[in-house]
């Protein structure tokens, strides 16, 4: 005869199972961990959800995500949405992610953040901030919309629109962009900046303002002054 302590342990180990169970995908995508302070899941035939909330922390392949509450759903917990202060950790590719809304396809590999974002790239050294970022793993590029600001050690940029090519170190700045290095100032229909060399491009309707080396901008020169006729020489006094 099984006593109650025995009954119970084995309820509480049924459903740690149930729950685990879903998370386990039945393809080649990448298996999931998670934990959190409430656990709720849907197995309905077409609903299947399960609900993290308090806590939450997921992990899948390479992305750590933390947020007040996650969700998975879709076919084998293909999508992942992620809300209140959601922190991203990308270890693969040398990123974290931070906004108020995640959206995580883990077949396309597309992540969309949305409110208050930032990208911090370890690779190369740089910081941006926007209202929107759309990553792009399988196409190794990021896109980042409205309000966009750049930091990079000496460079600052701002524009309407960022598309950040990881492979090859760019930044493509479209949307009335305005880029300063130290002192020096550009603007220009798109600039394009090399992470690497930190060489700067602008093309269509350009302007600058570049200081000279003695860190003031180069003076033009004047009209030339004309030199005053020398004088006569005096006729030497007379002697008594």
């Known amino acids: 005869m099984i006593d109650r302590g025995s009954r119970l342990h084995f309820r509480a180990l049924l459903c740690l199972a149930i729950l685990v169970t879903p998370l386990l995908p039945l393809a080649a995508s990448d298996p999931i961990s998670f934990s959190a302070d409430k656990v709720r899941s849907i197995f309905a035939s077409g609903r299947e959800e399960t609900l993290l909330s308090g806590h939450a922390w997921i992990k899948t392949g390479d992305i750590e995500i933390r947020a007040g509450e996650i969700r998975l759903y879709g ?20 990123v974290n992610l931070s906004g108020d809304v995640v959206f995580f396809d883990r077949d396309s590999e597309i992540l969309k953040v949305t409110g208050n974002t930032v990208m911090e790239d370890f690779k190369n050294d740089m910081l941006v ?7 792009r793993n399988k196409e190794t590029i990021s896109i980042v919309q409205v309000g966009v600001r750049v930091f990079k050690k000496a460079i600052v940029a701002r524009s309407e629109m960022l598309i950040y090519r990881r492979d090859e170190d760019m930044v493509e700045l479209t949307g009335l ?47 030339s002054a004309t030199p005053a006729p020398a004088a006569s020489p005096s006729p030497p006094a007379s002697q008594p």
């Open 75 to 94: 076919n084998k917990q293909r999508y992942i949405e992620s809300t209140g202060t959601v922190t991203i950790h990308d270890a693969k590719r040398q």
């Open 129 to 135: 901030r926007g209202g929107i970022l759309e990553s």
């Open 177 to 223: 962009p305005f880029v300063t290095k130290k002192k020096d100032e550009y603007r220009a229909s798109t600039i394009t900046i090399n992470l690497k060399t930190e060489e700067i491009q602008l093309l269509g309707r350009v302007q600058g303002m570049v200081q000279a080396k003695n860190d003031a901008p180069a003076a033009s020169p004047g009209p």
